[in-house]
């Protein structure tokens, strides 16, 4: 539901009339259209004079779109960076100085532009009257469900080579072709990390082998106790050093990279180098806490710097690993985060989340943050057998209106053995096990195939689109019993061999899409591109394209051949690094707005070639919504102007 709906409104301006009407028998607290930006819980929390905390969302958010025109991934992440800090700076200076003249305590945000305090309802009235807010939302502390490990004793603990899971996904095969995840960096935001466990300490960017530096590498979003347990936090807060206060966030980690060199081989990509933020004090978070960590990895800073000024784009992880949820029963508003997943993903960063673990829900389980959202990949559980476990959440998404299939593949979560603080090792089960085998897929297939780094639609597709099918008779969203993609194993069963296997070549065939400016969008413009990676010339090229389902061929770049639903050119021959370049448009008058359009087929031969290259799919979202008058004059003129 859109948060500015009719709907959700009066709902608003109901709660808050029988609030006040329950508290101070009259209406002068506020008006309607006051109150209308204060979330219920918000509203609810702050009688009687109580402080709560809350995020203060401002009405001008950073517009990113000139980003997806950088194909460099440091020179993306550096303007992504840039633009959001000016965005933010400019927009919350105002704001900023009344809150210093009321001495009030705040953090601002530049990930999405906003502001977190803890203010009484008097405050948060006032803020709200301020015409750059556009809504105070609940800050609520969240509580994770974690997983129990098996009993004592009944889990292994010795050395046993390369752990079930890892095998079936086939990183075992990929690191036989010589790929392992060299020169990516992967993150987690978890409840810490034990970053000199055996299986860890070699992969962590942080250390050498010799010297050990945490700056730029580790943040600790958690400044103080907001846990209800009753004994201290094992590890303090604002921790210069990585700890781990509950286990959970190492034994995630160990499923990514972890090897311990003597038999341990826990890790899908134990090559790639990985970094770290705490999000959770011993199993709770806040949103401002989860946008902490996604702000740190978007461009790290040293251990006690400051966002603003001291963050390095260049350092940014490659994936970002989420196994936590964030759920409306514990008042997180499903919009909060979305900004922010939206932002680091335009970053060029690939954002992994976990379904969640609420299946015997049934179908459309899948409604918490981040999983929900379309900027974050989404992973079920699966056991051995790749059956999915009954705990892994379920599609299509509705708690947003959306509809759109969840999750997007899935991989294994039962029985996980992995690495936890000390030197030990056990067995979990939760799809928080289940994304790690999606960040570590990713590293793998990028040490192979580098030029997708930072690519994450085409990363996205490739993983998807190479995952093993698998069907159900659950009927979730609709879907028949031969549906692939459906809302219980999303593409299916994540197969890192494939995914490899699907980029390596001696050609490489890429496609872009862009629906051209106007809405409703009544057409896709493509541009595919041809690369020769080979050390030799590629003679008698031919670039055939399979246009999309329910489209029509509307025009190409000359001269082409079209027949039946595939158009194709030719060129006589390509020198080593030559690229050919063609472009086509296809109407989608006839496609529902909202829906996916899937360009599964596109692929090149040449003399030279034994066998077709295809190309990664690509996909799109026709768009439903109105344009909205930009607020920014351009890319380029604001940067000038940065404070």
């Excluded at 979330?39 to 929390?45: F, G, I, K, M, N």
């Excluded at 709200?128 to 129990?148: D, G, K, T, Y």
């Excluded at 989404?378 to 599609?395: E, L, M, P």
Aim: hydrophobic share 40%.
């Amino acid at each position: 539901m859109d948060e500015h709906s009719p709907f959700r409104l009066g709902l608003v301006v109901t709660l808050t009339a029988l609030l006040i009407l329950t508290t101070f028998g009259s209406l002068r607290a506020q008006s309607p259209g006051q109150s209308a930006k204060i979330a219920p819980e918000v509203l609810a929390a702050t009688v009687s004079g109580v402080e709560t905390d809350v995020l203060v969302v401002l009405r001008e958010q950073a517009d990113l779109s000139g980003a997806r025109e950088l194909s460099d991934p440091e020179a993306r992440r550096r303007a992504v960076y840039d633009r959001l800090r000016q965005t933010a700076v400019r927009s919350q200076a105002g704001l900023r100085r009344a809150l210093d003249r009321q001495g009030v305590d705040y953090r601002s945000f530049y990930v999405a532009n906003m502001i977190a305090l803890r203010g009484d309802r008097e405050l948060l009235t006032r803020l709200a009257e301020r015409p750059e807010v556009a809504r105070i939302a609940a800050n609520s502390r969240v509580r994770q469900r974690f997983p129990e490990p098996v009993p004592e004793g009944l889990a292994p603990q010795a050395a046993v080579g390369i752990e079930w899971n890892v095998a079936q996904v086939g990183a075992e095969d990929v690191w036989a072709l010589g790929y392992s995840g060299e020169g990516v960096v992967v993150a987690g935001q978890d409840t810490g990390f034990d970053w000199d466990h055996p299986a860890l300490v070699d992969q962590y960017r942080g250390s050498d082998g010799g010297t050990v530096s945490h700056d730029y590498n580790w943040h600790d979003a958690i400044h103080e106790e907001i846990s209800d347990t009753s004994a201290a936090n094992p590890c303090g807060f604002d921790l210069d050093a990585p700890c781990d206060d509950q286990g959970h966030g190492t034994h995630t980690m160990g499923t990514i990279v972890g090897d311990d060199g003597s038999g341990n081989q826990i890790g899908v990509a134990p090559g790639a180098e990985w970094i770290g933020c705490r999000n959770m004090e011993e199993g709770v978070g806040t949103p401002a806490t989860y946008a902490e960590c996604f702000e740190f990895f978007l461009a790290p800073y040293p251990v006690g710097g400051d966002p603003l000024q001291d963050g390095e784009p260049g350092l940014a992880p490659d994936v970002i690993n989420n196994s936590w949820t964030c759920p409306p029963y514990e008042a997180c508003d499903w919009g909060t985060l979305q900004t922010v997943v939206e932002n680091v993903r335009a970053a060029g960063i690939m954002v992994v989340a976990s379904a969640g673990n609420e299946g015997y829900l049934g179908c459309s389980s899948v409604e918490d943050p981040p999983a929900l959202y379309d900027a974050a990949f989404s992973v079920g559980a699966t056991d051995r057998a790749d059956a999915i476990a009954g705990f892994s959440n379920r599609g299509p998404v509705t708690v947003d209106g959306s509809g759109r299939l969840k999750p997007d593949v899935s991989a294994p979560g039962v029985s996980i053995r992995s690495s936890v603080p000390g030197t030990g090792y056990v067995e979990l089960s939760g799809t928080s096990m289940a994304g790690p085998h999606v960040a570590g897929a990713a590293a793998l297939l990028w040490s192979a195939a580098p030029h997708l780094r930072g690519d994450v639609e085409a990363t996205e597709a490739v993983i998807a689109h190479s995952a093993r099918p698998r069907t159900t008779v659950e009927g979730c969203g609709g879907d028949g019993p031969d549906a692939v993609p459906n809302n219980v194993y999303g593409w299916g069963v994540l197969d890192a061999r494939a995914a490899v296997e699907r980029t390596l070549s001696r050609a490489r065939v890429s496609k872009q899409v862009r629906v051209p400016e106007g809405l409703p969008a009544r057409a896709l413009d493509y541009t595919l591109t041809v690369t020769n990676t080979a050390a030799y010339t590629l003679t008698e090229i031919v670039l055939t394209d399979a246009l999309p389902p329910s489209t029509t061929l509307l025009w190409a770049s000359s001269p082409y051949t079209e027949m039946g639903r595939e158009v194709t050119w030719s060129a006589e021959s390509l020198a080593p690094w030559e690229t050919l370049t063609v472009a086509l448009q296809v109407s989608v008058e006839e496609v529902q707005r909202g829906t996916r359009v899937s360009n599964l087929d596109y692929w090149v031969t040449a003399r030279e070639l034994m066998t077709s290259v295809t190309g990664p799919p690509v996909e799109v979202t026709v768009p439903w919504r109105h344009a909205l008058l930009p607020i920014f004059k351009n890319w380029q003129a604001e940067a000038k102007g940065d404070e």
